[in-house]
């Protein structure tokens, strides 16, 4: 629609006009007034730079362009001017989506990013509630994003220093952590910090964590503090806004509408599919999760935002045989409280795969040996080997020379880590060919506050005891030191052992992507992201954790074909590496997610009277709706 005819051009020339950073014009100035104009000077200016060595750096010729009513931006050399000026007069001749998808991902838009995770812990040290797999995530993706922008405005011949914030919760009473600091710079950048918010209610600052269930009451509060904070820093308002997981979504989403910033949404993990029939069902689960709140967030979030990532296709429309994370909210009922009859379009172009990747400074394949830290090989043969039981590690492992199948994730009924020990215990075989070691959660009930944490320690004691694991499993509590987790994969690969993920649903999978960096043989849930991060018999294996059975017997299979082909278990090994390397890096993230930007950025300027009713009744919804429900849930006590 946008390239009809040559008049549907003008949203474009608007856009380069009212291209600004902090009161300074780039690209285009006044003296363009109109497309023929615009492609006049784009000629002139072209023919100027084909006569210049494609080196030549812009200040040579930066005299000319203000007159010819062209500004900063174009780039720093006259090869990359030359390059955008192309791609915008093959627009402005014969307009295709591809090239101007390339046209727009290379204008100066993103200079300062807000990422926005309220709930948890959110520190560089890991182990403690919520400091998982997304905040993970998180750090590593603003590592990327950093360098990305540094490159890119490099390239476009600016002298600007970009920002990102990632927004959290204060919490001040910290636990030894740093997240009782308002400022906090991450490790690895140059201009990246952590920035919190205390949650703040009429009864004044919480000061202890709470559950990412419990947030509900505290985020329109927190988004207002939010917005003060993040003004202050920047000395403006950011050029992107990134939501994660509900509750970071729904604040984004109130920040995004106080100041028209360009809006995307990460999930990570949608609870409607991770709990079967919660929407039917919705006031048995209540008290414990509140997902009337979560479920109108999510609603309110997915409708407002102006893009939407997802690390695979399954979490947008599923697989033939489960549904995905956001087809199951297309159309549900909470019964007695409201019917969602049009919650969201899984084929509204406002859907990306934009997949993560791991840090490669610390997952890196066992085989690059000058590369590995072998000052850690002593803590590790400790971590797995050390004959005496404590809070740290309990079990053993009585016969070196098996493989070691391994495993590591939260303590939590979906990560299925007691149901992945419950069917390594029953099968005798796998018993023989190799030995079990998990890492997760802690081992006393006394050392956790999570409730379905203490239900799997619970769980996890009674399997030990049941099957006489002890001489074949290893059960060693939560790692913070991610260094020595990235050796750890290697130290496994070592042995000739494999990681298995047994998550009865995973919506990405970021441990799957770690252990086949290092190069480790992975099985994997066939239930959500890693069957797609995986070709099943090529790269990994799939295995589904509701068939115990079958998964034991895939493991075994590959276990046994490695005995009698000393060759298969490398072949696998480095299928995995490969695949990682095409599909899964931080590099082709970042630079897909800065280009996205862009480009939704665009849509939002031209589309702004189409989306004014949506608007207006997301903003219907969320005073008559969203607001009671978040009263209803208690307040938690200090």
């Known amino acids: 629609m ?81 390059e955008m000026i192309h791609l915008l007069l093959d627009i402005l001749q014969a307009p295709d ?43 590593d993706q603003v590592r990327a994003l950093e360098n990305e922008m540094l490159l890119r405005i490099k390239k476009q011949g600016l002298n600007v220093t970009p920002r990102i914030l990632v927004v959290t919760r204060l919490v001040p009473d910290a ?18 910090h952590i920035l919190r918010v205390p949650f703040r209610s009429e009864k004044g600052i919480l000061g202890k964590w709470i559950s990412r269930f419990d947030v509900w009451p505290y985020l329109e509060t927190f988004a207002q503090d939010a917005s003060n904070e993040i003004a202050a820093e920047l000395q403006g308002t950011p050029d992107l806004i990134i939501g994660n997981y509900s509750d970071g979504n729904l604040v984004a989403s109130l920040l995004a509408n106080k100041s028209g910033i360009t809006q995307c949404t990460v999930a990570h993990a949608l609870e409607k599919t991770k709990y079967p029939d919660s929407d039917i ?95 850690l090989h002593g803590s590790i043969e400790k971590l797995l080997y050390d004959p005496e039981q404590n809070d740290e590690h309990l079990g053993s492992l009585s016969d070196r020379s098996k493989a070691i199948v391994f495993s590591m994730a939260r303590l939590d009924r979906v990560k299925n880590i007691t149901g992945l020990v419950e069917w390594y215990s029953k099968f005798t075989r796998l018993r023989e060919l190799v030995n079990l070691v998990v890492v997760a959660g802690c081992n006393n009930v006394k050392k956790s506050r999570d409730r379905e944490e203490i239900e799997e320690i619970e769980k996890m004691h009674y399997i030990i005891n049941e099957y006489k694991l002890d001489g074949q499993f290893r059960w060693i509590s939560a790692q913070t030191n991610r260094a020595r987790n990235g050796e750890l994969y290697r130290y496994i690969a070592d042995t000739k052992g494999a990681f ?112 004014r009713e949506t608007r207006r009744y997301l903003e219907m919804f969320y005073i008559l709706k969203f607001r009671d429900l978040a009263k209803s849930v208690p307040l938690a006590v200090d």
């Open 175 to 192: 636990k030894g952590t740093t997240c009782n600091q308002r400022l906090e710079r991450i490790s690895g950048t140059q201009n990246t």
């Open 2 to 82: 946008l390239f009809r005819d040559r008049d549907c051009l003008e949203p474009l020339l608007e856009f380069l006009r009212a291209h600004r950073y902090k009161g300074h014009v780039m690209m285009l100035n006044d003296r363009i007034h109109s497309l023929s104009k615009l492609q006049s000077s784009l000629a002139k200016a072209e023919e100027h730079l084909s006569k210049l060595p494609p080196a030549t750096p812009y200040s040579d010729f930066e005299y000319l362009f203000p007159e010819m009513g062209l500004e900063k931006g174009w780039g720093d050399t006259a090869e990359h001017v030359s």
């Open 97 to 139: 989506p591809s090239t101007l998808e390339a046209f727009l991902g290379r204008i100066p838009m993103v200079f300062n990013v807000v990422i926005v995770s309220p709930h948890g812990y959110f520190g560089q040290a890991l182990g403690l509630p919520d400091t998982g797999g997304q905040v993970v995530y998180i750090l």
């Open 500 to 611: 298995v993920q047994p998550a009865l649903y995973e919506a990405f999978g970021l441990t799957v992507v770690e252990a086949m960096t290092c190069g480790l043989p992975t099985f994997a849930t066939c239930h959500g992201g890693p069957a797609e991060i995986i070709e099943d018999g090529i790269s990994g294996f799939h295995v589904d954790p509701y068939h115990p059975d079958q998964a034991a017997d895939v493991m075994v299979n590959f276990f046994e074909q490695c005995k009698s082909d000393l060759t298969y278990w490398d072949q696998i090994s480095s299928a995995g590496v490969q695949r990682i390397h095409e599909r899964y890096t931080w590099k082709i993230y970042s630079e897909r997610l800065l280009t996205l930007a862009g480009v939704y950025s665009f849509w939002k300027h031209v589309s702004k009277l189409e989306r």
């Open 281 to 375: 069902n919705w006031r048995k689960f209540e008290e414990k999760c509140h997902f009337s709140c979560q479920f109108t967030a999510d609603i309110i979030a997915m409708n407002n935002t102006d893009f939407i990532i997802t690390s695979t296709y399954q979490e947008i429309a599923g697989s033939k045989n489960m549904i995905g994370q956001y087809e199951s909210h297309t159309a549900f009922t909470l019964p007695g409280l409201y019917r969602v009859v049009h919650g969201i379009d899984v084929f509204d172009p406002k859907f990306n795969i934009v997949s993560p990747g791991a840090d490669t400074s610390i997952y890196f394949p066992f085989s690059e040996k000058e590369k590995r830290l072998t000052s």
